[in-house]
């Protein structure tokens, strides 16, 4: 199991390294993500002027779920947008910026996983399974600019759910009112978390769901987001991806999916 552990981490750092040589960091935005963006130090100690954005929309994201019978994973979001010298918050994600040195900027993100989890009546294969929440996540989180892309990377704890780690890498090309983000990123998942949602535990093992203790694993992705700027204020954003879920997750016997196609869609408000 340490083996396996250690050739996970050895797959996500080189990813992160290959990244990291490409040159990926922040890219040139609207200004909205990260104002005062040429500002160096910490957050709390500077002195440049406090700028507030803030913004209301909805969406959705569609999700294939892993789990063998669940079919397609719906989850409407309520999309709010605040931004200010010391906080950014978006849809379920908020950072508490901590400060920004050489272009990579530093916060401490939390972060709720709405669409995790499972009822025990969402699917057959999890009839008679203690039903599984979703969590409240922690932890420090970067992102890096330079003229190349988008690189950011989170490492983030859900106490009895486990860990969690990603690092991803975008692109935005503009076009007018119209933009497009490939992008591309790999995360590992602790044995903890695997263990928790896509695990097995003895008092649920029946006839063809045996017992199964899920091992740190790890899921690479890949998709674009397309964004439409109707007006100044008002943004449409659609995200298509698909994700390859590691052998932690799919020797588990309630999966029955290796790639999971996801679409999430967004609009939103700008007030100022």
Request: proline letters at 4%.
């Amino acid at each position: 199991m340490k083996k396996h552990l250690r050739r996970e981490y050895q797959l996500l750092f080189a990813v992160a390294s290959a990244l990291m040589v490409s040159g990926a960091a922040w890219a040139e935005g609207s200004g909205a993500n990260v104002p005062n963006a040429d500002t160096t130090g910490f957050a709390i100690l500077s002195n440049a002027t406090n700028v507030t954005h803030w913004g209301l929309g909805g969406g959705a994201a569609f999700e294939g779920s892993p789990y063998k019978g669940y079919g397609t994973h719906i989850t409407p979001v309520p999309f709010f947008f605040f931004d200010d010298k010391w906080i950014h918050a978006i849809g379920t994600t908020v950072d508490l910026k901590v400060g920004k040195w050489g272009g990579v900027a530093f916060t401490l993100r939390g972060n709720y996983a709405i669409a995790d989890g499972y009822k025990g009546s969402d699917a057959p294969i999890l009839n008679g399974m203690q039903n599984r929440s979703a969590a409240f996540w922690l932890g420090p989180a970067f992102k890096w600019e330079t003229q190349y892309g988008d690189l950011s990377g989170e490492y983030l704890t859900g106490g009895n759910k486990g860990q969690k780690a990603d690092i991803e890498f975008g692109k935005t090309l503009d076009y007018g009112r119209f933009s497009i983000e490939p992008h591309a990123g790999a995360a590992w998942l602790s044995g903890k978390y695997v263990d928790y949602y896509y695990g097995v535990r003895t008092s649920e093992a029946r006839a063809g769901r045996p017992a199964y203790t899920g091992t740190a694993t790890y899921k690479e992705s890949v998709g674009a987001k397309f964004d439409y700027r109707v007006t100044r204020q008002q943004l449409v954003s659609l995200d298509l991806s698909v994700a390859h879920l590691g052998s932690g997750i799919t020797d588990s016997p309630i999966v029955g999916r290796r790639f999971i196609p996801e679409a999430k869609i967004a609009y939103l408000y700008q007030f100022n």
